[in-house]
């Protein structure tokens, strides 16, 4: 079993998609660890990305990962960091595969819905940035 770290982003929050994504990842035989609503502050936004400090779409990137409430999900499958790449589709929604959920819900590259880790240890370290151990649930 594998994990990672979904993001429902403040656009789709805002745009009322909270439960549809919910339901592309029940469909899709992920287990749900963990979830909240949360709003970053823009020092915990900066926190999160601060391996993408310096790229031009930075700055960008905290404004509007702070701009609203989130919903973090910590999702457990096996191969999950493939799996959820492949449900949530391309960075920019031009390019996302149809039926994904960037193709259904994202604005543009910025504003692209949901965030996915894209390495094992991002997703173990990116879960562990909104959750302790004992908020995973247990579900063996
Ligand atoms: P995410 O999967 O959350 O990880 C990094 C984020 O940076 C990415 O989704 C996009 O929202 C954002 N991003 C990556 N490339 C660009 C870009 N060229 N322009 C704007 N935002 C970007």
């Given at each position: 079993m594998e994990r990672t770290l979904c993001i429902i982003k403040p656009d789709a929050v805002s745009a009322g998609n909270?439960?549809?994504i919910?339901?592309?990842i029940q469909k899709e035989g992920f287990r749900i660890l963990a979830m909240r609503m949360?709003?970053?502050s823009k020092k915990s936004a900066s926190k999160f990305y601060e391996v993408h400090q310096g790229r031009p779409f930075y700055?960008?990137?905290v404004e509007f990962m702070s701009s609203g409430p989130c919903v973090p999900i910590a999702?457990?499958?096996?191969n999950a960091i493939a799996e959820w790449r492949r449900v949530i589709g391309s960075t920019d929604p031009a390019e996302a595969a149809a039926g994904t959920i960037r193709k259904l819900y994202a604005k543009n590259k910025g504003e692209n819905a949901v965030h996915g880790s894209d390495s094992v240890e991002n997703g173990l370290?990116?879960?562990a940035f909104f959750f302790t151990e004992g908020e995973l649930a247990d579900l063996a």
């Open positions: 909270v439960g549809n919910i339901a592309h949360t709003t970053l700055d960008s990137l999702l457990e499958k096996d370290r990116e879960i």
